[in-house]
Nanobody, 124 residues
Framework: QVQVVESGGGLVQPGGSLRLSCAAS????????MHWYRQAPGKQRELVAS???????NYEDHVRGRFTISGDFAKNTVYLQMISLKPEDTAVYYCNANIRRVGVGGATGSYSYWGQGTQVTGAS
């Protein structure tokens, strides 16, 4: 079993900051990469930022320069530091992890896991 749990969401004033955390636990061999997504009311889920186990990062244009993704893959944890928050950053933020684990029959494979999400609300 593998679990992915996000935390750190909340209500923030315009221009404020928040730090989200995502921790994976369970029968994990290693984590290949992790993403942060978000879904605003009435909109599709969108990718925000990504990080690989080697430390490479990527950001979507709408958050570049304001959000920073970092990770401690030894602890199976990734963070999203958000600054200069805007009301339009309001969304449920989800963590997605590509995890290598031992599957059925003992074969090792990579699988995608989602967390339950954490709400970020930017006051207007």
């Amino acid at each position: 079993q593998v679990q992915v749990v996000e935390s750190g969401g909340g209500l923030v004033q315009p221009g404020g900051s928040l730090r989200l955390s995502c921790a994976a636990s369970g029968s994990i061999v290693s984590i290949n990469f992790m993403h942060w997504y978000r879904q605003a009311p009435g909109k599709q889920r969108e990718l925000v930022a990504s990080i690989t186990s080697g430390g490479s990062t990527n950001y979507e244009d709408h958050v570049r320069g304001r959000f920073t993704i970092s990770g401690d893959f030894a602890k199976n944890t990734v963070y999203l530091q958000m600054i200069s928050l805007k009301p339009e950053d309001t969304a449920v933020y989800y963590c997605n992890a590509n995890i290598r684990r031992v599957g059925v029959g003992g074969a090792t494979g990579s699988y995608s896991y989602w967390g339950q999400g954490t709400q970020v609300t930017g006051a207007s």
